[in-house]
């Protein structure tokens, strides 16, 4: 018999020696596995119709094999790949996945609007829908102020000045010379004495030569 699974999003994890059968949310995606059965006709050796069942073993197919797929296409996906079991076993198959549907529905709820089936976390039990057709109004209302705080920081980010010094670009000129001087204590051209000479009035210093003081404008001695 055709598996009939009440929703499309499954995997079947079974192999020769039992049944298991893991079902999806339709939107986070995350499974609920049912309980491991055991097969009756594995211990009794029952496994296979002919000598080249082996080759299509149920224990060659585990995973997702399904996922995205149709129920139908699910089905026809399933019967190929437990070709050459036994039908004792294929009956088995049925009925332990009858039993998984079962289980697997009481973690599951079925949205009325979009007809999706969703986990626990994915329902909004207040609105009697999924989160995507009603979401949480706390869960957006936390979100959207979230996203305004990150706004609001770059922006004041963006008004903020950082560096609140003058940029200047000064040359020492020897007093000698006339000539770039350099950063040293001597003229790199003519090798005179850069040494900062202090104005007897106000005390600044002043370059080497000046003749007035570039704060109080006494003359220097």
Not at 49 to 59: E, H, M, N, T, V
Not at 66 to 93: L, Q
Not at 134 to 148: F, G
Request: proline letters at 4%.
């Amino acid at each position: 018999m055709a598996l009939q699974p009440f929703t499309s999003n499954f995997a079947d994890n079974s192999t020769e020696s039992g049944f298991q059968f893991t079902f999806y949310c339709d939107i986070c995606r995350e499974g609920y596995k049912t309980k491991f059965i055991e097969s009756k006709t594995y211990k009794k050796g029952k496994l296979f119709k002919g000598i080249g069942g082996l080759l299509s073993a149920a224990a060659q197919f585990t995973g997702k094999y399904n996922m995205g797929y149709g129920a139908e296409r699910a089905a026809d996906i399933i019967g190929e790949k437990f070709k050459g079991m036994s039908p004792e076993w294929h009956k088995e198959h049925d009925e332990a996945f009858e039993l998984a549907q079962n289980e697997a529905k009481e973690h599951f709820k079925r949205c009325p609007k979009c007809s999706h089936y969703v986990c626990e976390n994915c329902w909004n039990e207040q609105e009697g829908l999924c989160i995507k057709d009603a979401p949480r109004a706390n869960v957006e209302i936390a979100a959207a102020k979230a996203k305004k705080m990150v706004k609001d920081i770059n922006a004041a980010a963006q008004d903020t000045p950082v560096f609140t010094g003058n940029i200047e670009s000064k040359q020492t000129i020897c007093p000698q010379c006339g000539k770039p001087a350099g950063e040293g204590k001597f003229c790199n051209n003519c090798g005179a004495s850069l040494a900062m000479i202090k104005c007897p009035k106000c005390g600044a210093q002043n370059p080497a030569g000046t003749k007035f003081c570039g704060e109080c404008g006494n003359k220097m001695q």
